[in-house]
Every structure is written in structure tokens, then in C-alpha cells.
């Protein structure tokens, strides 16, 4: 059975600061992979995923992702954070077949002025 | 994007009494949706897998009896947590997938929650 692993419960981060949030994963074949955010009052909103082909994916936002097969990571990044990013960060992994997603327990991003 | 919507967004009932949640697709037929359980701090659980016109699939560990899903149309499927308990309340989240022809797999649109609080 696939997992995730978000070592980082809580990030805070300075406005225009770069942010990098974890994310390992433990799957047998080739991942499906996804970050989503969520916001209060809002639900997920997908970001980017990771199916195939370039290991560097861009998303909406700002944000990319970098998957290392070698090291079963899937890390996010943004160069500049704004205040709007400030949320919930949840990376996931999708099971061939059905559809169903497994998340890791999350990440809360807090930005300062 | 797809809007997925969910009713009511926060109820409080009596211990015993049952809840019944909404998950609607707006603007697009939703062939499977997914309920979720989501813990203060605490990541998405995937609770049952709901396709339309069958009976739900639920995750292991998760009481059927309990948490009743319905998935009578394309649009519609609903959550009614029976004689609810405290232990029950929590924030529950549905997605819906596009089941259209040529969708693959990043086609799930989240509702923004329930909160469901059990006194």
C-alpha cells in the first residue's frame, strides 16, 4: 500500500522568502503524485501533479515540484511566498485504477510580514 | 475548474441523531465520488468510494451501517451519519471525478467540507 510523508507539520516563512515543503512517498510502481492547498472555508485546489516525463513540474501560483524517484520525494517549491499562500499544504498519491488518493498529514505554511 | 459544492457546511446535532451531507457536481456529471474524514490537524482519510447506480466501496475500518452512502445521480451523492456520536464529529470532505471520456486521473474536484459537531 502506498503512504505519504510530510515531515513538516508547520513552516513559517517571511513574505518574498522562498518556501520548500516535503514530501516522501512510499509506493510500489510509478507514482501518481499531487499537491493540493487548502484554504479555510475553500476545498482542495490542486496545485500541480506528477504523472510521467519531466521530473519538474510547474502549477498554478508560482509553485513547482521536482520528482527524485531516487530518493521518493516529490518537494514543492515557490522563490517568492506571498501573503496569500499562507494555508494548508497536503501532498498525495494516486492508486492506479481506481482514483483513490492517500495524503500526507499535511503542512500548515504561516507567512510574516 | 469544476465546482463541487457540499450542504450544509457546518451542522450541530444531538447525540443519536442521524446527519445527512450533500455533495453536489455543479457543472459536470461526477461518475464516482469520494468521501473523506479529515481530523483536526491531521491529514484526509478516504472513508468509501461512492460510484453512481452501485453500492459504495468503503475503506477498512469504516462501519457501513454508520455512514450511510447514497449515489443515486450523476450530481448527488449523499453522507447520513446514523445515531451520531461525539466521536463522530469531525470535518468530512467529498471530491467528485469526471468521469467523461478522456479525463484522467487529476479530474477530482474537493468540496470545501462539512463540520459535523455531535454534542
Known amino acids: 500500500a502506498q503512504s505519504v510523508t510530510q515531515p513538516d507539520i508547520h513552516i513559517t516563512v517571511s513574505e518574498g522568502a522562498s518556501l520548500e515543503l516535503r514530501c516522501n512517498y512510499s509506493?510500489?510502481?510509478?507514482?501518481?503524485l499531487f499537491w493540493y492547498v487548502q484554504s479555510p472555508g475553500q476545498g482542495l485546489q490542486l496545485l500541480l501533479k506528477?504523472?510521467?516525463?519531466?521530473?519538474l513540474v510547474q502549477g498554478i501560483k508560482g509553485f513547482e515540484a521536482e520528482f527524485k524517484r531516487s530518493q521518493s520525494s516529490f518537494n514543492l517549491r515557490k522563490p517568492s511566498v506571498h501573503w496569500s499562500d499562507a494555508a494548508e499544504y497536503f501532498c498525495?498519491?494516486?492508486?492506479?485504477?481506481?482514483?483513490?488518493?492517500?495524503f500526507g498529514a499535511g503542512t500548515t505554511v504561516t507567512v510574516r510580514a | 475548474g469544476a465546482v463541487v459544492s457540499q450542504h450544509p457546511s457546518r451542522v450541530i446535532c444531538k447525540s443519536g441523531t442521524s446527519v445527512k451531507i450533500e455533495c453536489r457536481s455543479l457543472?459536470?456529471?461526477?461518475?464516482?465520488m469520494f468521501w473523506y474524514r479529515q481530523f483536526p490537524k491531521q491529514s484526509l482519510m478516504l472513508m468509501a468510494t461512492?460510484?453512481?447506480?452501485?453500492?459504495?466501496?468503503?475503506e477498512q475500518g469504516v462501519e457501513k451501517d454508520k455512514f450511510l452512502i447514497n449515489h443515486a445521480s450523476l450530481t448527488l451523492s449523499t453522507l447520513t451519519v446514523t445515531s451520531a456520536h461525539p466521536e463522530d464529529s469531525s470535518f468530512y470532505i467529498c471530491?467528485?471525478?469526471?468521469?467523461?471520456?478522456?479525463?484522467?486521473?487529476?479530474?477530482?474536484?474537493f468540496g470545501p467540507g462539512t463540520r459535523l459537531t455531535v454534542l
Open positions: 471530491s467528485a471525478r469526471d468521469g467523461s471520456p478522456g479525463q484522467g486521473f487529476d479530474e477530482q474536484f
Open positions: 509506493y510500489g510502481a510509478t507514482p501518481y
Open positions: 461512492s460510484n453512481e447506480g452501485s453500492k459504495a466501496t468503503y
Open positions: 506528477y504523472f510521467s516525463g519531466d521530473t
Open positions: 457543472d459536470f456529471q461526477a461518475t464516482t
Open positions: 498525495a498519491v494516486g492508486e492506479v485504477g481506481d482514483y483513490k488518493l492517500s
